[in-house]
C-alpha cells in the first residue's frame, strides 16, 4: 500500500513537473506546479512528516502559488517570445540542472557511506513518540533559536524592503478616513436657517 | 466499525478500506442532504425576513424545493463557451465540490465519532480551506470572460488576505488548548470557565477572536456581506456566469458545504463543539446525544450567517480589504501575543 502510493505521488510529481516546463500556456505551467507542490506534500505526509507536508500545501499550495496564478494570468504574455527565450537559455538551464543532479549524487552518497539512512529507516518512528509538531517546536526554540529568529528577521525586512519599493503617495487623493465619517454628528454637518423672503442663505 | 470490518473476513487490509469507504459515505450523503437542506432553510429564513412565504410549492412546506432544483439542474444542457479553456472549465466545479468535501474527514460530530482523529487537524483544515480559492480562480480564467476573470481577481486576494487573519485565529485557540487535535480542541473546553461553561468564546480574553472569526469565516466563505466574487449588480453572477447545469450545481453544492463547514468550525472551536452549554449535571442535558448538540449549534451559527445575508448591505471592495489587513490583521497579531503571554504564565508563573 505505502509502496503503491509512493510511485503514485513521485510518478505524479516527475510528470507535472515536466508539464510544468514543456506546457506552452504559461496558466497551466503554474498549475502543473500546484499539482507537484500537493503530490510532494503526499511524499512527506509518507515519510512521517505530516506538519512539514500540511506547511507546505499552507505554505506553497495555498499562499505562494495563487499569487504566481494572479500574476501569471494578469500578465500579457508574448507566448512566441517565451519560446524563443526557452531555445537561448536551454544550455545555462541545462548547466543548472546538472549542477543539482551531481549535488543530490553526492548528497545521497553522503548520507548512504555514512550509514545514517540504515539507522534511520531501521528504526521508523516509535509508537507513541511526541508528535510531529512538538519535536519540531522543541528544536527550533531551543537548538535553532538563533537561526530561527535570524530568519525571521530576514523575511520582515524583506517585507518592509518590499512596501519601501512599492510605496509611492499620490497627491491630491481624497482617501476615506472611516473614523472620521464615524465620529461626524449632524450638528456638524448641517444648520437650520430661516432666511428672510427674497434673501439667499450664506454658506 | 473498521475494527469490525478487519475483524471479519475481509482481512486487515481490505477491511480497513471498505470500512473508511463506508464511513466516508457515511459523512459525505448526509451532507449533500443537509445542503439541500439548509438551502431551502436559507430561502425561508430571508423570505420571512423580508416578509414574502419563500419556497412553498413542492412538498409539504416547500421541503422538496431544493430537489426540484437539483432535479432541473441534472436534466439541463451543459454548456461550453466555444472560447472556454475546455478541460480546465470542467475542472473548476469539480476542484471546488471535492475540496468542500474533503475538509469533513477530519470534524468530529461526537467523542470519538471522526473518520480521521489526526494530530495535525486544524492545520489539516487550514490548508484544506486554502485550497478552495483554485475552484474558483479556475473557474474565472478558463470561462475567458471579462466578469467572471474580474471575480476570479477578486476572489483571490480576498481568500488571501482573510486567509491570514484566520490563521493567527486559530494559533490563539491552539496556545490555549495545546494541542492541533479537534476533539482535544473540544474536550479542552469542558469546564473552562470556574468548571461552568464548556465554550471558549465566553473566555473574555478569547471572546473577541469568536468574533473576528465568525465574521472572518464569511469573508472566508465570500457569503454575505463580503461576496464581491458573485455581486450582481457589478458582475452578472461572479465567476458562475458562464456555467450552467451540473457544474453551476456542483458550484453551489460546495459553496453551502463549505458554509456548513465554517458553521462547524466556529462550534468546534469556540462554543464547545458537541458538548452542552453549561458543565453543570443538575441539567439532565449530558444525556442527549453530542451530535445534536453539534447540529443544534451549527444551525444557530447558520442562522446567523442567514440573518446577517438578509440585513447586511455589501461591502465595498476597498472596504473588505481595509477590514482584512488595516483590523483583522493586527487584531489577531495581538491576540496571539496576549494569549501566548497568558498562557505562558498561567503553567510557569510570573517571571520574578
Redesign the interface.
Same mark, same amino acid.
Given at each position: &500500500?505505502q509502496i503503491f502510493a509512493f510511485y503514485l505521488f513521485a510518478s505524479v510529481v516527475l510528470a507535472s513537473g515536466a508539464m510544468c516546463i514543456f506546457s506552452r500556456n504559461p496558466?497551466h505551467s503554474v498549475?502543473w506546479l500546484?499539482l507537484a507542490f500537493f503530490n510532494a506534500a503526499g511524499l512527506m505526509v509518507l515519510v512521517g512528516a505530516? #506538519?512539514i507536508a500540511?506547511?507546505l500545501?499552507?505554505v506553497y499550495?495555498?499562499?505562494v502559488a495563487?499569487?504566481f496564478? #494572479?500574476v501569471v &494570468?494578469?500578465l500579457d504574455i508574448d507566448f512566441a517570445e517565451l519560446r524563443a527565450g526557452f531555445m537561448k537559455h536551454l544550455p545555462l538551464g541545462l548547466l543548472l540542472a546538472l549542477v543539482l543532479v551531481v549535488e543530490i549524487i553526492f548528497g545521497v552518497g553522503a548520507w548512504q557511506s555514512s550509514g545514517m539512512g540504515q539507522a534511520t529507516a531501521a528504526v521508523g518512528i516509535p509508537e507513541g513518540a511526541p508528535?510531529?509538531?512538538e519535536q519540531l517546536g522543541a528544536l527550533l526554540y531551543t537548538k535553532y533559536v538563533f537561526l530561527f529568529e535570524a530568519a525571521g528577521m530576514i523575511l520582515l525586512v524583506a517585507m518592509v524592503g518590499a512596501i519601501v519599493l512599492t510605496h509611492r503617495t499620490r497627491s491630491g487623493v481624497r482617501k476615506?478616513n472611516?473614523a472620521n465619517q464615524v465620529a461626524r454628528r449632524p450638528e456638524d454637518a448641517t444648520r437650520n436657517t430661516q432666511p428672510e423672503v427674497g434673501k439667499g442663505v450664506e454658506l | 466499525m473498521t475494527e469490525f470490518l478487519q475483524s471479519t473476513f475481509l482481512g486487515a487490509?481490505l477491511g480497513w478500506f471498505v470500512g473508511t469507504l463506508a464511513l466516508i459515505l457515511l459523512i459525505a450523503l448526509p451532507l449533500m442532504l443537509a445542503v439541500a437542506m439548509i438551502i431551502y432553510v436559507d430561502r425561508k429564513i430571508w423570505a420571512a425576513m423580508a416578509l414574502r412565504k419563500g419556497p412553498n410549492v413542492v412538498g409539504p412546506f416547500g421541503l422538496l424545493q431544493s430537489f426540484a432544483d437539483g432535479l432541473k439542474v441534472f436534466l439541463q444542457e451543459t454548456i461550453i463557451p466555444s472560447s472556454a479553456n475546455k478541460g480546465?472549465f470542467l475542472l473548476a466545479p469539480i476542484i471546488t465540490f471535492t475540496v468542500a468535501l474533503l475538509a469533513w474527514a477530519v470534524i468530529p460530530f461526537g467523542e470519538d465519532m471522526v473518520l480521521a482523529n489526526?494530530?495535525?487537524g486544524l492545520?489539516?483544515i487550514?490548508?484544506i480551506s486554502?485550497?478552495g480559492?483554485?475552484g474558483v480562480?479556475?473557474a474565472g480564467?478558463a470561462s475567458n470572460s471579462k466578469y467572471p @476573470?474580474f471575480s476570479?481577481?477578486r476572489a483571490?486576494?480576498q481568500?488571501?488576505s482573510y486567509?491570514v487573519s484566520i490563521?493567527f485565529i486559530l494559533i490563539s485557540v491552539v496556545l490555549f488548548a495545546g494541542t @492541533?487535535n479537534l476533539s482535544e480542541i473540544v474536550l479542552s473546553q469542558e469546564g473552562h470557565i470556574f468548571g461552568m461553561v464548556n465554550a471558549y468564546g465566553l473566555n473574555p480574553l478569547l471572546f473577541p477572536m469568536a468574533v473576528v472569526f465568525l465574521i472572518a469565516s464569511m469573508a472566508e466563505t465570500a457569503r454575505h456581506p463580503f461576496d464581491l466574487t458573485e455581486a450582481e449588480s457589478e458582475l452578472v453572477a461572479g465567476y458562475q456566469t458562464e456555467y450552467s447545469s451540473m457544474s453551476f450545481a456542483l458550484f453551489w453544492l460546495g459553496e453551502y458545504a463549505n458554509i456548513l463547514l465554517m458553521c462547524a468550525l466556529n462550534v468546534i472551536l469556540f462554543w464547545g463543539g458537541w458538548l452542552p452549554p453549561l458543565d453543570v449535571d443538575w441539567i439532565p442535558w449530558f444525556d442527549i446525544p453530542g451530535i445534536i448538540w453539534l447540529f443544534g449549534k451549527m444551525f444557530f451559527f447558520f442562522f446567523i450567517f442567514s440573518w446577517v445575508m438578509a440585513t447586511v448591505p455589501r461591502y465595498r471592495y476597498?472596504q473588505l480589504m481595509?477590514l482584512g489587513w488595516k483590523i483583522f490583521l493586527p487584531l489577531s497579531l495581538l491576540w496571539v501575543v496576549l494569549v501566548s503571554g497568558y498562557v505562558m504564565i498561567d503553567k510557569f508563573g510570573l517571571p520574578l
Open positions: &500500500m496558466v498549475l500546484i505530516e #506538519f500540511a506547511l500545501v499552507i499550495v495555498g499562499a495563487v499569487l496564478l #494572479f &494570468m494578469m508528535s510531529n509538531i476615506q472611516v | 487490509e480546465l489526526i494530530n495535525i492545520l489539516y487550514l490548508a486554502s485550497l480559492v483554485y480562480v479556475i480564467w @476573470f476570479a481577481m483571490a486576494a481568500m488571501i486567509e490563521g @492541533f476597498d481595509r
